[in-house]
């Protein structure tokens, strides 16, 4: 099982024995990611999927999650990353202060937009 998440999620490691603290830290989420998808889950939540690893495994992840959710899987993105959440939402919730301060998709899916309304502006599309 574990065979099948290494090549489909590209995890590199010398061998399967090596401690997942040995592993680049977008080798350690991937192995993360693939003991959640073992659980077969419907949705997945992630809280800032590519905090602390470098921007080539960040592209490795993001193109993981999208293959996710145009495979049918809902996924949940949290992050205080803008360009993150474009990349890979439809749609986003922006909070301000711990309340729901504008919804953003298509084109007001902007960094522009999204930094607007987490610093509590009012939304250009309203």
């Keep these: 099982m574990f ?45 800032n999927p590519t905090q602390g690893v470098d921007v080539g495994a960040k592209e490795e992840i993001y193109d993981i999650i999208v293959k996710l959710a145009e495979g049918g899987m809902g996924i949940v993105v949290l992050s205080s990353e803008a360009q993150e959440i474009i990349r890979l939402c439809d749609r986003a919730l922006v909070m301000y202060h711990g309340e729901i301060q504008g919804e953003v998709s298509g084109s007001t899916m902007t960094e522009h937009e999204i930094m607007k309304l987490a610093t509590g502006g009012i939304s250009d599309a309203s």
């Design 3 to 47: 065979a099948d998440q290494r090549e489909k999620l590209g995890i590199r490691l010398q061998k399967t024995t090596d401690n997942i603290n040995t592993l680049s830290g977008g080798n350690q989420q991937k192995v993360v990611l693939a003991k959640w998808l073992a659980a077969n889950p419907q949705v997945l939540i992630l809280d």
